[in-house]
């Protein structure tokens, strides 16, 4: 059992993947690191298991450096985006693979092989080749091959993006349930944003250039976004992002979009954080759950005309995609209602949940100024 | 343009003991203009019933028509399909507008033609910009496009789309349900969608055929497959998260009857045409449905008939948008839907309300819904 | 637009295409069966003129059928003890020249998967491949000038177990580099996670994996080895023989003993027959390069 410290990890090939990454997690953490595909997080988990060698930094498992150790020798368990089951043994010689290579007996392998199974419903398969099971069952099998090597780190590579929605929900319960993943320091990898959301006690976002832009709780982090890269890559819709400039007008702040008849009032708050700084070029951060139509939403809000274009009902609620003043505006709305494109109707906006980044560093101007490099 | 027909269409592979019936009875007809969607999880019949549709599979029996005219024995060439598939298939070293307007070419239609429709079909697919390029230099997005640009151009009757969204990622795919629904209201072809993404079948289609175990399940819109599922695959299938189901009984009780959760101290009221309902079928053992969107924290909307649940929370799982809440009664286990504000947390007990009317109950047996 | 065709238009159109397609099979079979006839033909005419009698075989008028069965060939061949020996000897060449060549074959082959740019990639690969191009007759001399000077000369099985990995190395390395890459190298590391050692990850892992396409290398190395004629007949023939280099001492005078040949050849034909037989299921599979897959 251990913390993993991370400091100041480097890794590129032609050019910089991982660049002077700094973290660490605590025993007993499950810390997600969530972005865009292709951005490194795959490299992260690589560099920790061992499988690819630092440029430079440090990895720290407790107080033991494994810098430069093999990946056998560093007790890290890891599950692969592909799998990587051995398609010529069972589903039990897979899951006792890591038993077998530190020569336990036959009986501790048969008790903790079938112990670990039956934790994840895969009991009644043990004899099967991997060919032969399900895609869920596969990533059950990869799991339990990873749970039954009592390793110090779990390093999870977007274990669940490639199954049905249905059994993506039934994994992500288990990951909320399974004691042997909650004892130990989880690294979870994905580009998933509610599947770390859901799961993480603490979340890394990770933008261009192999940093983590921002680390938090995923309360912190969809509600207080410190930079637009965080605010666009949660959620769905996808945050309006709206290029605007503020206005000052007997003493209070507008934003308005540029190009375009959209004026927004800031809160006295707002104003207040932002510390004037009128004619500034801003962007306009806007959740659409923060946009309904005027008669869903109470308080606190300013309202607008706009016109519909286009409304579907997606899963849980339906989405407006209008046109205000010019600018293209989401909103979320009940999915049983019906709205037809072209058809006028009054916007409400709570203007409380705004979010104002500056729109050269896209960083944002109500948090504080200070944030992870 | 054209009508499908699916008259009892069967599908049967080998013979004889090993006989895999994969499409079995099928009846359907998706009219002109119409979006229609083929859902169901992986091995239900719907890619083989699009394979029947395209003519790149033999019918075993009945009969496939296209505005009334025969074309169960037709080659797929003569059918005047077009279909965009789940990997691109672009033709790497060729350019955009040449990947456009190659099936056009093999139709020998003249080059200023060709050049006309696929700047056409590039205008609204939104990829002219990058006509001149090659798709490797393309994002898996825009790749799409010019895949359903490619079966676009030929200007087909009937248009069919094969789990073309499964290879992107959320955002893409998120872009890609607007686009595909645009284009559909300008083009009003028929349009046949096949996938197993029930949030895409939602979003997209007109109508929507639920296919399982080889048969259709249910055909209708978004409202009667969310609020009067056919049986309990349809209504576990469609939404998100699932309908929680509880195995119950009915109790009578002060004159009213409600059904008693096994294992549990849960118990659900009826609305009173459900309460005739289950008398009418006499039945000991039920299934009981009910989505997690129905079921709220707030005690007052204004409805006197509300429901109440009292369960602990097991898990709460904050999703930025909403919040999904893992309840425990007993042992039952369900589900609900919350505003992401709701702050209790593991353990806690909480009161949850619904509405009687929204209360699904199936057969125990065969699963259908009775009410 | 859909087809304004009406339906009996569509039903003969159908009918048309169903007798195209009839015809063509029609035209597939005859040519299969030509091509049996010339293929199985030569393998017949050797099987039944290993049973004639010597003067039966040397008849202008060829006969098709033994006119008398003559047996008594398959005893004669051995009337030479050092006959049989010959075979043992061909087996042992065969045998270690293969065994030379997987070992070899698979550790450059690995390399070139695993490490193709330390190993001299792609380009460096194909250089090996394309050693097998060059007529061999063009190196018989130097070779044999070569191994002359060897402690173990040239007239021994070890000369011909190494010459022939001139042959079998390249096409071993080759084979065994693009079987090693069907191999996902996330199986090995996820072997290293589990806590195996990379020798013992690839015993455990990767060479289960690639053993059917090893069986076939091994069948295509030891069948050149067991068959080569025209370097053994320079470089053997007093301490060893290779069966391929007695086949043609079967002569009485000037006279060809055609029967004594072929019945030899039949017997020589055995041992790679039962070893194509016994691994045939491994070897299919090996070939068709599917090693990996669900």
Known sequence: MANITIEGLCKGWDFPVIDDLSVEIEEGEFFVVVGPSGIGKTTLLRLIAGLESADRGRILLGEREVTHLPPYRRRVAMTFESYALYPHLTVFENISSPLRARKKDRATIERRVKAVAQLLRIDHLLDRKPGQVSGGQKQRTALGRTLVADPEVFLLDEPISHLDAKIRQDLRMQFHTLEELRRVATLYVTHDYAEALSLGDRIGVMGNGGKLVQIGSARELFERPKALFVAEHLGQPTINAIPSILQEENGSLFACAENAALRLALSPQQSQRLNGGAKRRIVLGLRPQHVRPADELRGRDSEIDAQIDIFEALGSNGIIITKAGGVTITGLTHPERHFEPGQDLRLAIDTEALHIFDAETGLSLLEEPRWQG | ?371 | MAATADIAQANTQAAQTAERWRAVRYLFLIFLGFWLLFTLFPLYFMAITAFKSAAETNLTQPTFWPQEWFPENFVGVFAEPTNFSALVDSFIIATGNTLLSLLLGSLAGYAFARFPRQAGGENMAFWMLSNRMFPPVAILVPMFFLFDNTPWGTDSHISLIILYLVFNLPLATWLMMVFFRDVPHELEEAAYLDGWKPLRAFVKVTLPLVLPGMISVAMLCWIFAWNEYLFANLFVGSDVRTYTIVIPTFTHGSQTLWNLQMAFSLIAMIPPVVLFIVLRRYMVRGLSLGVVKG
């Open chain 2, 1 to 371: 343009m054209a009508r499908v027909t699916l008259a009892d269409v069967n599908k049967i592979y080998g013979t004889g003991t090993r006989a895999v019936h994969a499409v079995q009875d099928l009846d359907l007809t998706i009219n002109d203009g119409e979006f229609v969607a083929l859902l169901g999880p992986s091995g239900c019949g719907k890619t083989s019933t699009l394979r029947m549709i395209v003519g790149l599979e033999s019918v075993t029996s009945g009969r496939i028509r296209f505005d009334g005219q025969d074309v169960t024995h037709l080659e797929p060439q003569q059918r005047n399909v077009a279909m965009a598939f789940e990997t691109y298939a672009l033709y790497p070293n060729f350019t955009i507008e040449e990947n456009l307007t190659f099936p056009l070419e093999v139709q020998g239609v003249p080059p200023k033609e060709r050049r006309r429709r696929a700047h056409q079909v590039a205008e609204m697919l939104r990829i002219t910009p990058v006509l001149k390029e090659k798709p490797p230099g393309l994002s898996g997005g825009q790749q799409q496009r010019v895949s359903l640009g490619r079966a676009l151009i030929r200007e087909p009757a009937v248009f069919i789309l094969d789990e073309v969204m499964s290879h992107l990622d959320a955002h893409l795919k998120f872009q890609m349900l607007f686009d595909l629904k645009r284009l559909h209201r300008d083009l009003k072809r028929t349009m046949i969608y096949v996938t197993h993404d029930q949030v895409e079948a939602l979003a997209l289609a007109d109508r929507i055929a639920v296919m399982s175990n080889a048969k259709l399940q249910q055909v209708g819109g978004r409202a009667a497959l969310y609020n009067r599922p056919a049986n309990a695959f349809v209504a576990d299938f469609i939404g998100e998260p699932p309908t929680n189901f509880f195995t119950a009984r009915p109790l009578q009780e002060n004159g009213s009857l409600t059904m008693q959760v096994d294992n549990s101290t849960l118990r659900f009221q009826l609305s009173s045409e459900a309460q005739a309902a289950v008398n009418a079928t006499g039945g000991e053992r039920f299934i009981v449905g009910l989505r997690p969107q129905n079921l709220t924290l707030d005690p007052n909307r204004g409805d006197p008939n509300r429901g109440r649940l009292k369960a602990a929370i097991a898990i709460n799982e904050y999703l930025g948008e909403r919040s999904i809440l893992t309840l425990e009664s007993g042992k039952a286990r369900f589900r609900a839907l919350v505003p992401p504000e709701t702050a209790a947390g593991q353990r806690d007990i909480i009161d949850l309300f619904y509405d009687p009317t929204r209360v699904m109950i199936f057969d125990a047996e065969t699963e259908d819904l009775i009410v």
